[in-house]
């Protein structure tokens, strides 16, 4: 049974029954009123999640702190993305080396440095937006140290191109030194392509970018494990010393490498586990 009050000059109250409310001018009022409590809520609704400052709308702390991390991220995304192209024009400059490819030596020297400058400008812009949102971010300190290590990488890249450039190209075309060279750039890229969609999935899958970061630390190692390989084949085989020195040292910088991709691997990891 439902009870209607009415006020009238009397004000008397109306008993409907269940059949008055078939009546399609009894619904149409109650659809109004309906109606204008979900309107009622939803100014509720946005006037305590926007809270007006100054004349404008400004958005509270949660929603603030949503949109500041998916700006953090696309800079990261950004950074990653030229990493990863430069890793790939490394090996581009390796093999222009064994073809005797002057030009694009310098070209791909070129490329790198450029990814490298564009790198150091995005993590810069990243300092002044997290210097901007104040302590909406409560990781933003962990944020950069992702965006740091992720320049680090594209850096050792950069100094691993200039040694390779001072490598004979005599001795880089002997097979015995060819192929685990090949084999430890193509590690290399890889390792730096599974740290990009370790930052990538931040925004997607967070646990996601934790397998990733266990498939850098794999690739590391195996990195690691066939470097010793080639420093012991390189001092058992090469005689003169200005082609051992120029090879451990390019040798060693794909190490390096390697090491600063885990670093910032390592650094994702501990974003995600708090996101």
């Not at 059949?19 to 309107?39: D, I, R, T």
């Not at 073809?99 to 490329?111: F, G, L, T």
């Not at 794999?218 to 120029?246: F, P, W």
Request: hydrophobic fraction near 45%; glycine fraction near 4%.
């Amino acid at each position: 049974m439902l009870f209607l009050r009415i006020l009238g000059s009397n004000a008397k109250t109306v008993d409907f029954s269940a059949s008055v409310m078939n009546n399609p001018w009894v619904c149409c009022a109650l659809a109004h009123a309906a109606g204008f409590l979900c309107s009622a809520l939803t100014r509720f609704f946005i006037f305590t999640t926007f809270i007006p400052s100054g004349g404008k709308i400004l958005l509270s702390g949660s929603e603030a702190d949503l949109q500041a991390r998916r700006r953090t991220l696309l800079v990261l995304e950004d950074e990653v993305r030229r990493v990863t192209d430069a890793g790939r024009v490394l090996r581009d400059e390796y093999q222009a080396i064994i073809s005797n490819d002057k030009a694009s030596i310098k070209a791909a020297q070129e490329r790198i440095k450029k990814a490298e400058e564009e790198v150091v400008t995005l993590r810069r812009a990243l300092i002044r937006e997290l210097a901007q949102v104040g302590t909406l971010l409560l990781n933003k300190e962990d944020l950069l140290r992702i965006a740091f290590a992720i320049e680090a990488v594209v850096g050792h890249l950069n100094g691993t191109a200039f040694k390779l450039s001072q490598v004979r190209r005599s001795v880089l075309k002997l097979k015995r030194y060819r192929d685990p060279l090949t084999e430890l750039f193509n590690l290399l890229i890889e390792s730096i392509q599974k740290q990009s969609e370790c930052v990538r999935a931040l925004s997607i899958n967070p646990e996601q970018s934790i397998e990733m970061a266990s498939v850098v630390q794999k690739l590391e190692a195996e990195i690691d494990t066939k470097h010793r390989e080639l420093i012991t084949e390189l001092i058992k085989s090469v005689h003169g010393y200005r082609d051992l020195m120029t090879m451990r040292d390019l040798v060693q910088a794909i190490e390096d490498a390697a090491d600063a991709a885990l670093r910032a691997a390592d650094a994702t990891t501990i974003v995600a586990l708090g996101v």
